[in-house]
């Protein structure tokens, strides 16, 4: 399995407050991803990586900021979570070399499942 | 992306082979195919892709047709565990947003004693 962890697995926090999601790969990948899941809407992908600083929205990015600093941490921050963000968020990382086209699969996380009261 | 078409649901016995259809008539010449499968509460895995050859790892075999409109994901001798959502996916490869991979409904497989 590739080697991605989410931190926290589960949790639980009020309306307005900001939450910061933790994702760590040991691949050295440079491609990485959050996503979001949600009942009748499959998964919407949030922000992605492709590089250390560099990094870009996707369809769902309203309310959500990314910052990656090192190649292995991607943060995804709920500057002041709204109950709409309870949801389940995943991490995804795939390799890529830049200036090259690459058909590599992306490999995710076991997610983390987040309750915004 | 393509679209792509799948049974909402399949059944298969323990120790027989599994055949999981999709269905892509609108695939592009530069359009992989992908699947991934989600059991419940975990992250999507992914299985095999291909862009016109038949594939095969560990996991499972891809058969593309050589029209490229459908495909067939076999799992060999499945068991117990690989009840699960199996999705196909088409992609072409490349960097960006294109990078998004759009999850359709995608085919529970239940896998029976």
């Known amino acids: 399995d590739a080697g991605i962890t989410q931190s926290p697995r589960h949790k639980v926090t009020e309306t307005g407050t900001p939450v910061t999601l933790r994702c760590h790969q040991t691949?050295?990948?440079?491609?990485m991803y959050w996503y979001r899941q949600d009942p009748g809407h499959g998964l919407r992908l949030i922000h992605y990586s492709y590089g250390v600083k560099d990094t870009d929205k996707g369809e769902v990015s309203d309310g959500y900021s990314v910052s990656r600093s090192k190649t292995e941490d991607f943060l995804l921050t709920l500057e002041s979570a709204t109950s709409s963000q309870t949801s389940v968020y995943f991490c995804a990382i795939s390799e890529g070399t830049p200036g090259r086209v690459s058909n590599q699969p992306q490999h995710f996380g076991d997610g983390t499942r987040l309750s915004i009261l | 992306d393509a679209k792509t078409t799948q049974p909402p649901s399949m059944d298969c016995a323990e120790g027989r082979a599994a055949n999981l259809p999709c269905n892509h008539s609108t695939i592009s010449g530069n359009e992989y195919v992908y699947w991934y499968r989600q059991i419940h509460s975990q992250g999507p895995q992914y299985i095999i892709h291909g862009l016109k050859n038949n594939e095969t790892n560990e996991m499972a075999s891809l058969i593309i047709t050589e029209d490229r409109k459908s495909s067939t994901l076999i799992l060999p001798h499945a068991t117990l565990r690989d009840t699960a959502v199996y999705y196909c996916?088409?992609?072409?490869?490349?960097?960006?947003?294109?990078?998004?991979?759009?999850f359709g409904k995608g085919t529970l497989l239940t896998v029976n004693p």
């Open positions: 691949e050295n990948h440079r491609y």
């Open positions: 996916i088409v992609r072409v490869a490349g960097g960006g947003s294109n990078y998004k991979l759009t």
